[in-house]
């Protein structure tokens, strides 16, 4: 007999519970201390030459931004998983997934802009990068309002999952935006070749990444665990209405 | 900490990126007290999962 692979064994909701209630509090305090690590490193780094003080912003902007495309990019492979596979969690990684982006590209957007403005002398600016993270949160609305609005559950998965699909175009048109007579500066840590900016800034940049990854990560597995309890109860109170109606003789609706 | 005529953008940034994931991981954490009461309650009205009802014995 195969051994099962560990997304099979996670295919079980229950004992998806066990396992991520033992990882989530592990999880949590390592992003704090890393958080913690980070704060302190960003807070001691150097000042950015033409910059000064204000290069201290891209110590969570950046992450955010990052983090902001891999929460679609979650969104889109666990909506493939759903839709290719049928894994019981795909959908439920998805759902739970497109808040936390959401809220991470909403920062991305709001640091941004206040970065912007003493450095480009405006909070916005129709630039080809700030417009496409713009579309990026409002798809990830999209998907959150989509999901609301279908009752049928199996249904609401299906559409939001090929709406995710759709929507990974996204990814590569924020990635290249910059190369597009854009204001916004172009990539200096994830690039071809050695990162551009100095080992003193990137690594309070990098520990921020690691710590806001965790982050989003322990917020990701624990809008899992509710979003499984919202559909155990769902399950229970449709078995007790099946009780109940055979209890009174009827067949239940 | 000096922080140059920019402070209050770089304040800004720090305390509405902590304000913004602080409140969605206290949204998070009660939700799912709520879900875990939910389901509490309706297990202590005796309501049980199919994959954990007891199965009825066989006749002999």
């Known amino acids: ?21 033992r990882v989530l509090p592990w999880l949590t305090c390592t992003a704090c201390i890393l958080l ?31 983090l902001s ?77 989509l999901r609301s609005s279908i009752e049928e559950e199996t249904l609401a998965a299906k559409l939001a999952a090929i709406l995710a699909l ?25 690039r071809l070749g ?3 900016i100095h080992p003193s800034l990137l690594w309070p940049l990098l520990v921020m990444a690691g710590a806001m990854t965790l982050m989003f990560l322990a917020l990701h597995l624990k809008a899992m665990r509710n979003e ?11 078995y007790e209405v099946e009780a109940d109606a055979t209890l009174a003789g009827q067949p239940a609706e | 900490m000096d922080l140059g005529p920019h ?15 602080a409140g969605l991981a206290a949204w998070l954490v009660l939700d799912g007290r709520r879900q875990q009461r939910l389901v509490d309650e309706l297990e202590a009205r005796g309501v049980r999962r199919r994959s954990s009802r007891t199965p009825p014995s066989r006749p002999q």
Not at chain 1, 50 to 65: L, T
Request: net charge positive.
């Open chain 1, 69 to 145: 495309m891999f929460g679609y990019a979650l969104v889109a492979i666990s909506s493939f998983g759903l839709l290719v596979f049928r894994h019981p969690l795909a959908d439920v990684s998805a759902k739970a997934a497109a808040p936390i982006g959401a809220v991470f590209t909403f920062t991305c957007l709001l640091t941004g802009s206040l970065w912007g403005k003493p450095m480009w002398g405006a909070f916005w600016v129709w630039d080809p990068r700030l417009t496409s993270v713009l579309i990026l949160f409002f798809l990830y609305l999209g998907l959150i309002a």
């Open chain 1, 1 to 21: 007999m195969l051994m099962p692979t560990l997304t099979q064994k996670l295919a079980n909701p229950t004992r998806f519970m066990e396992l991520s209630g």
């Open chain 1, 166 to 190: 759709v929507g990974i175009v996204m990814l590569p048109i924020i990635k290249f935006s910059v190369e597009w007579n854009s204001l916004h500066q172009p990539a200096s840590v994830m």
């Open chain 1, 36 to 66: 913690a690590v980070g704060l302190y490193m960003s807070a001691r780094a150097p000042l950015d030459y033409q910059q000064g003080h204000a290069a201290k912003i891209m110590f969570v902007h950046v992450p955010s931004a990052w």
């Open chain 1, 228 to 238: 499984v309890l919202r559909r155990r109860v769902k399950a229970l109170r449709s």
């Open chain 2, 7 to 21: 402070a209050a953008f770089i304040w800004a940034a720090y305390a509405t990126t902590a304000l913004v994931l």
């Open chain 1, 194 to 196: 050695a990162p551009t």
